[in-house]
């Protein structure tokens, strides 16, 4: 592995408010090479470039939609939806290509919704594709 790329990969629990950011409510980070994700749950990027981001977020509630949203520096940038209310598990999940500056922050929101019990299966990951 190339030590100038990082990666980063962790579960996310949702034990939160509504519109709090999930920046404030990580729970475990599995890998964090470079240690550019923060103990506040948020990557900051460690130098200009092309970095890949994906997620996917359960929810395990039916009768409930939730919206998820991928920020950069506090607006966000893509969103993700899990709103089926026949069935009790279902993944809102998206991922994006994101051209960053060095110490841009990107981070999870749950804009909608409740994912109590959910956290345990949701994870976020990104990692550098191209330094520029």
Sequence with gaps: MNTKQLFYFFPVPFKRQKNLPLHKSIFQILVNVGNFFTLESVFVAPRKGIYSFSFHVIKVYQSQT????????????????????????????????????????????????????GWQYSTFSGFLVFPL
């Design 66 to 117: 939730i919206q998820v949203n991928l920020m950069l520096n506090g607006k966000p940038v893509i969103s993700a939806f899990a709103g089926d209310k026949d069935v009790t598990r279902e993944a809102a999940t998206n991922g994006v290509l994101l051209y960053l500056d060095k110490e841009d922050k990107v981070y999870l929101k749950l804009e909608k919704g409740n994912l109590v019990g």
